[in-house]
């Protein structure tokens, strides 16, 4: 387990890439984290209203609500919500516009599980 975890800490991870959500549960549940998906942004949303959430990890280029929306309505909502931005799109060129947006950190893609659970780490100690 992971030394900085919280108990009971949950993250919710955003990706429309099914793989990717697989791979990040593993990733996070091996650090002790409580683990949410959802395939897009919309669903994200309202999972963020209905459901006890610390921590979201948000692709930025997904169909139907993208992740630059996703991070822009989580700020307006619940300001306070820690956000990690992901992405491997162009190489990792829109992850400064997701830190302008309210991101509290970013991750390109492909990722590592010793970056991902420092980055989640990080965020619920700021």
């Given at each position: 387990?992971?030394?900085?975890?919280?108990?009971?800490?949950?993250?919710?991870?955003?990706?429309?890439?099914?793989?990717?959500?697989?791979v990040?549960?593993?990733?996070?549940?091996?650090?002790?984290?409580?683990?949410?998906?959802?395939?897009?942004?919309?669903?994200?949303?309202?999972?963020?209203?209905?459901?006890?959430?610390?921590?979201?990890?948000?692709d930025?280029?997904?169909?139907?609500?993208?992740?630059?929306?996703?991070?822009?309505?989580?700020?307006r909502?619940?300001?306070?919500?820690?956000?990690?931005?992901?992405?491997?799109?162009?190489?990792?060129?829109?992850?400064?516009?997701?830190?302008?947006?309210?991101?509290?950190?970013?991750?390109?893609k492909?990722?590592?599980?010793?970056?991902?659970?420092a980055?989640?780490?990080?965020?619920?100690?700021?």
């Open positions: 387990m992971y030394q900085d975890a919280p108990a009971g800490a949950v993250v919710l991870v955003v990706d429309d890439d099914e793989d990717v959500r697989q990040l549960r593993l990733m996070l549940e091996s650090g002790g984290y409580r683990v949410l998906e959802a395939a897009d942004g919309g669903k994200a949303l309202e999972l963020v209203r209905g459901e006890h959430i610390d921590v979201v990890m948000t930025l280029v997904m169909p139907e609500r993208e992740g630059f929306e996703t991070i822009q309505a989580i700020r909502e619940r300001p306070s919500l820690k956000v990690i931005a992901m992405s491997g799109a162009f190489g990792g060129e829109f992850l400064h516009i997701a830190k302008l947006l309210g991101a509290h950190c970013t991750l390109q492909p990722l590592k599980v010793e970056k991902v659970l980055a989640v780490a990080a965020a619920l100690a700021s």
